[in-house]
């Protein structure tokens, strides 16, 4: 966590603090991007695309520098707080309540939890206490796109 996520402010002056905006996540075809239940949001997977390219492919830990997977993870959940404030009706409004990262790495990795710290890391510096999220880190042989790392989230409006 870095110094910003103590500083006064609204969710959307942090990100911009941080030379961060939201990305526009476009539609798709085969699922929904969330859905909400009651007042629970269900953010889908998201991969770390950046203008419509994909940022990075391979296994962390073999293809991918853990430090690379890190900062893939920061992307991968920008793109959920997008999909997120868009559900809640904008970024001030977000409250994470789960986070769950999958990080595409060889059985002997051991280091899920180190990528999933930099998204954890970004979601408390931009939103503060309504950031705190339960989390789980997984590390799968794959992933779509053979893309390093996937996050879902659990949302609801603060």
């Given at each position: 966590?870095?110094?910003?996520?103590?500083?006064?402010?609204?969710?959307?002056?942090?990100?911009?603090?941080?030379?961060?905006?939201?990305?526009?996540?476009?539609?798709?075809?085969?699922?929904?991007?969330?859905?909400?239940?009651?007042?629970?949001?269900?953010?889908?997977?998201?991969?770390?695309?950046?203008?419509?390219?994909?940022?990075?492919?391979?296994?962390?830990?073999?293809?991918?520098?853990?430090?690379?997977?890190?900062?893939?993870?920061?992307?991968?959940?920008?793109?959920?707080?997008?999909?997120?404030?868009?559900?809640?009706?904008?970024?001030?409004?977000?409250?994470?309540?789960?986070?769950?990262?999958?990080?595409?790495?060889?059985?002997?990795?051991?280091?899920?939890?180190?990528?999933?710290?930099?998204?954890?890391?970004?979601?408390?510096?931009?939103?503060?206490?309504?950031?705190?999220?339960?989390?789980?880190?997984?590390?799968?042989?794959?992933?779509?796109?053979?893309?390093p790392v996937e996050i879902q989230m659990v949302c609801t409006a603060a």
């Amino acid at each position: 966590m870095t110094e910003i996520s103590t500083r006064s402010g609204s969710a959307t002056e942090r990100l911009q603090a941080l030379g961060l905006e939201l990305p526009v996540v476009g539609e798709n075809p085969h699922f929904l991007h969330h859905r909400s239940v009651d007042s629970s949001v269900y953010v889908a997977g998201q991969l770390p695309f950046k203008d419509g390219v994909l940022l990075g492919q391979g296994i962390v830990g073999r293809d991918v520098d853990l430090e690379t997977g890190r900062e893939l993870a920061r992307h991968a959940a920008l793109n959920c707080l997008a999909v997120a404030a868009d559900a809640v009706g904008g970024l001030d409004r977000v409250r994470i309540v789960q986070m769950l990262v999958f990080v595409a790495s060889p059985p002997d990795f051991g280091l899920q939890s180190k990528v999933a710290d930099a998204a954890s890391d970004l979601l408390v510096d931009v939103l503060g206490e309504n950031g705190r999220h339960a989390r789980t880190a997984i590390g799968v042989a794959g992933l779509p796109l053979n893309t390093p790392v996937e996050i879902q989230m659990v949302c609801t409006a603060a």
